[in-house]
């Protein structure tokens, strides 16, 4: 067993992993929003700057989840019911993130957004080749990665329902059913029955990594040009940093997390 | 693929096969030579988006095994079955296959005299079917051009559309979209019956196959989520809205709430109308049956279905019916476009506006969708492969709209482009 001092430096580097992620996000959200800026002006050289901007928040992306996985493989539970989330986000969370397939509505959400907005100059034959504008061939891509995702974000979802019914089987149910005593004492047939249920958790919880991880990769380095995938990424960033400036809001007027609402104020885009 | 062929096989014609005006052979010939047309367009353009790659690769099997049957036979007709994705092909297309005619025409002047005809006769359509906002995909769409004719004296062909909203799972609706047109096919060249009975005595077909297939043991094997609950398969349904387009009418056959309009002179005319359970002629209908309609989240069968026809669901027979309404419509100059469609769509694009925007994609001719990017600058893929560029750009721009427009359902848009003289 690890001793108290260690527990303490897990969550510790738990907090600050989720910290550090939130603060990359914001800095990569200005850079995204910089450069789009800068590619409205001059649209010559931009092209290969963006792609390197994406792969970059790519590159964030897959950092956070290795470093992620690094801390989880002990300590799996913690990253299916995070501490450091306020409860906004925690009531989202699907296998400790965002469901791969909210992707994709988001993209529909934005695309259609403008598309609206800009029909009456569509049918009059002006492009702008953005997210509004996604050609036929886009948009079938989307529409079969969205029920390639669907398909497998229900697989996953089975196989966490299964671990999470198999709590109230054997070997849980009857050694719980057999204590007499102190409720809290872990015997070593629990012990080793709970970190192999935890190892099938950390399956799952990789797979579900890899999942989301390739959704988003297929949308914005083979689906999306760099134009339109710079656009959905600050989207994406805006959307979490928002829900998670909200729920600390809101966690604060249910009194919850106060000294740490005043601690992480939130940020602004300015 | 099939402009592959013809070129070599033409000079087979001529030896092998020489022309006999008039006779049952030729006809018969002719005959072979829309079957063979019928299937590259009619395979390419079914299967759903996402199968389409495998499905491609079955397609040129079938069509490789088919041209050896047919080779004797195959002539210049099979060009204007080619897919054409953009206007310079289809300049490039014509511009081969009025020199052909010529050659032809030297060997036999019959084939001359037909196949023209046949060639103004190919539909321009578009199709966009996508999940959208719901996790299932339970609408299906089925597309088969010259599908059937008209009667055995007549060289016209018969276009056949077809929009499967389907509900409880999809397995009904891909049914649908697998058997309807063969359905039909068999109902048409049985002969004398009049349009009316023809689709209605179709629609009962389908239903009992579907019935049939539900109760019986041949459910399983399917892969659709209820596969192992045979109860439940009498619990699942779909809408069905198919027409029939000729080169005179228009013959659309409606059950449950997907929807046809008809664009002309920039006028919606809906050719069908939703069954709900709260129109009023459908409701006292439903009650004379003995049954009831309970608001329940909208008006219900039961308090169950919110459509009062539908192919499929059993459990509520003989509330909920499979008899279609048809409406005939004769074709004028002044029509422009066929729109069919899921709720996905109707429930928040107006008839009117979805003509509007239709019309709009038909009329500009323009170059399609741009070329976003060096990677994803293919115009045409998927389901689009063998339909006509505006009518695929106004079939996903009505499909955009709706998505725009917040559509909480699977969207499936079908554009037939029906103006004559282009």
Known sequence: ?270 | MAGMCYGVNIAETEATTPVEPSSEAARRRRMEIHQFRFVPTDVAVAPSLQENGRKRHKVEKVVESKRQKLETSVTISLSPALVVSDEKKLAEIEKESETEVVDLSESGPQSVNIEPEVAFDFPKFGMTSVCGRRRDMEDAVAIHPSFCKENSESSSSLHFFGVYDGHGCSHVAMKCKDRMHEIVKNEVEKGEAPWKETMIQSFSLMDKEVVDYSSGSSASGSDCRCELQTPQCDAVGSTAVVAVVTPEKIIVSNCGDSRAVLCRNGVAIPLSVDHKPDRPDELNRIQEAGGRVIYWDGARVLGVLAMSRAIGDNYLKPYVISEPEVTITERTDEDECLILASDGLWDVVSNETACGVARMCLQSRRPPSPTCSPGSDITVTGAGESSDQACLDASILLTKLALARRSSDNVSVVVVDLRKDL
């Not at chain 1, 002990?74 to 501490?83: F, G, M, N, R």
């Not at chain 1, 959307?239 to 604060?252: F, S, Y």
Request: charged share 25%.
């Open chain 1, 1 to 270: 067993m690890t001793s108290l001092n260690n527990n303490v430096s897990d969550q510790e580097a738990q907090h600050s992993c989720y910290q550090e992620w939130m603060k990359l996000q914001q800095q990569d959200l200005l850079e995204l929003i910089h450069a789009l800026h800068d590619s409205s002006s001059d649209s010559s050289t931009s092209d290969l700057k963006l792609k390197q901007l994406i792969e970059k928040s790519i590159k964030h992306f897959q950092d956070y989840a290795d470093t992620r996985r690094h801390l989880a493989r002990s300590d799996v539970t913690a990253y299916l019911a995070p501490t450091w989330c306020t409860s906004l986000e925690s009531s989202m969370l699907w296998i400790s993130g965002c469901r791969p397939c909210s992707f994709i509505r988001l993209l529909y959400a934005i695309s259609g957004k403008e598309f609206e907005s800009h029909l009456p100059n569509y049918l009059q034959g002006k492009r702008c080749g953005n997210l509004s504008e996604l050609s036929p061939a886009q948009f079938n891509s989307i529409d079969e990665l969205q029920r390639r995702t669907i398909r497998l974000e229900n697989r996953l979802s089975d196989k966490l329902a299964s671990l999470q019914e198999d709590i109230a089987d054997q070997p849980f149910a009857i050694i719980a059913n057999e204590v007499a005593g102190n409720l809290g004492g872990i015997c070593r047939e629990t012990e080793n029955a709970l970190d192999t249920h935890a190892k099938c958790l950390m399956n799952v919880l990789e797979e579900a990594d890899n999942l989301r991880m390739e959704t988003l990769k297929e949308l914005v380095m083979n689906i999306l040009n760099p134009l339109q995938a710079v656009n959905f990424l600050v989207a994406g960033k805006k959307l979490h940093l928002c829900i998670n400036a909200w729920g600390k809001t809101r966690d604060h007027l249910h009194g919850r997390n106060r000294e740490t609402a005043e601690r992480n104020t939130c940020p602004t885009l300015s």
